[in-house]
């Protein structure tokens, strides 16, 4: 007999699932350890006053908390974690008793981007808070909230997008082929649109890859550069990639029950 159960609770399921292991706890671990870092970094910076660039500390935390824990995180949390769920009889036990196949996906991957928003957002939403509440000067407190406020995007579009990509490359894989798999969607783009540059307009070449729509999402947010039509084209590039990443975990999991 089936049960219905709710978004939430299978938000909660995912994230208890993407945190077992040591080296999920290590990546937590790293994470903490930079968001506690970072800040110490803007509060330093925001009673200093003057030229500090206070601004910039939640910025620069976004990226170092995404790339750093954040991304060994979705590597533990999604290697050979589909193929180990249909031979522990989890995925079979999930979808049977509980809900359905559909249920499984978002439960595994959007438990491990909600863990992650919490992580790395969180963390990046702690140091931009800091950041504001030490600031000395009232006349750049609108340029680090809106900084803040681009960092925080930045980070949640991460989760959004480097949770389904990771189950993509690693569910279904051996964590070897699924690690080089994954380098090769995230770094061989990069190649390739930096041999490409100067050939190509710079506003498609900064969506094509993950970590440039990422980039390209924060800085038209960002106080200096903001623009519209770049958030309109960052975000557009990374809901294809989600979408698209998706679409592959939905093969992979067809072709692992054609297996058993």
Avoid: N
């Avoid at 509060?43 to 500090?52: D, E, L």
């Avoid at 193929?83 to 999930?94: K, N, Q, T």
């Avoid at 050939?199 to 106080?223: K, Q």
Wanted: hydrophobic share 60%; aromatic share 6%.
């Amino acid at each position: 007999m089936r049960r219905h159960i709710g978004f939430p609770a299978l938000l909660a399921l995912g994230a208890s699932l993407a945190r077992r292991g040591p080296l999920a706890a290590i990546s937590l671990g790293i994470c903490a350890l930079t968001v506690f870092v970072a800040c110490i970094v803007a509060v330093a910076y925001a009673t200093r006053g003057g030229s500090a660039p206070a601004y910039a500390v939640p910025i620069v935390t976004s990226s170092a908390v995404a790339w750093g824990g954040g991304i060994l995180l979705a590597f533990s949390a999604s290697a050979s974690a589909l193929r180990r769920d249909r031979v522990e009889g989890v995925r079979e036990l999930f979808v049977t008793r509980t809900t359905s196949l559909r249920g499984y996906i978002v439960a595994r991957v959007g438990g491990l981007a909600a863990l992650l928003v919490l992580v790395v957002a969180g963390g990046t939403a702690l140091t931009g808070t800091l950041a504001v509440l030490a600031s000395l000067k009232a006349e750049g407190l609108p340029r680090t909230m809106q900084a803040s406020a681009a960092a925080i995007a930045y980070a949640v579009g991460f989760a959004v997008v480097v949770a389904p990509v990771a189950f993509a490359a690693l569910g279904a894989r051996t964590r070897m082929t699924g690690y080089l798999f994954l380098l090769a969607v995230l770094l061989l783009p990069e190649a390739i649109t930096s041999a490409l540059e100067g050939r190509l307009p710079t506003e498609l070449l900064e969506v094509l890859t993950i970590p440039s729509a990422l980039a390209s999402l924060r800085a038209a947010i960002a106080p200096g550069t903001s623009d519209v039509l770049r958030l309109l084209r960052a975000t557009i590039a990374l809901v294809a990639f989600g979408a698209a990443a998706l679409v592959w975990i939905r093969r992979d999991l067809a072709r692992l029950e054609h297996e058993a």
